[in-house]
């Protein structure tokens, strides 16, 4: 028998009431573009504040959790020299708006977030220093999972 242990750093689940460093698309995609709410108190009938600024049932919005490796390797301090602060964004496959957030530490290897919209299928992971190159790829609609290798 083989025993693997590891640490990952990682930042706690952005709650939705925690502003940080959210972008937003403007109106909540594919929601209710009237509501914008910044805590699950500001929605009604039971719906909950997601980070998209929309107020969605709670059976639309699920937790994410975005890993990204370095050329194949684990991110750390010697990896993500070149890239220590990165960007992320949630998209919907038909609309080009992100929702976005930054800086993502690239030492972490993952960013997680408590309530996303069902409907934002993709994730663009990249330099926060607008290089603009992104590498890309779709979230797993059961998991909420992906995986990104990022060749910086």
Request: glycine share 14%; aromatic share 8%.
């Amino acid at each position: 028998m083989v025993l693997l242990a590891g640490c990952v750093v990682e930042r706690g689940p952005v709650s939705s009431d925690d502003p940080g460093g959210w972008s937003f698309p403007g109106d909540p995609i594919g929601g209710p573009t009237q509501n914008h709410c910044k805590s699950d108190s500001a929605c009604t009938g039971g719906d909950v504040c997601a980070r998209d600024g929309g107020c969605w049932p709670a059976s639309q919005v699920h937790a994410v959790h975005v890993s990204w490796t370095m050329r194949g390797m684990p991110a750390n301090q010697t990896t993500c020299a070149a890239a220590l602060d990165l960007q992320i964004g949630f998209y919907v496959s038909s609309d080009a708006r992100d929702l976005g957030y930054a800086p993502v530490p690239c030492v972490q290897g993952k960013f997680t977030v408590d309530k996303l919209p069902t409907s934002y299928t993709g994730v663009r992971l990249g330099l926060a220093n607008g290089d603009h190159r992104w590498q890309a790829t779709t979230l797993d609609g059961v998991t909420g999972e992906a995986t990104l290798d990022l060749p910086f």
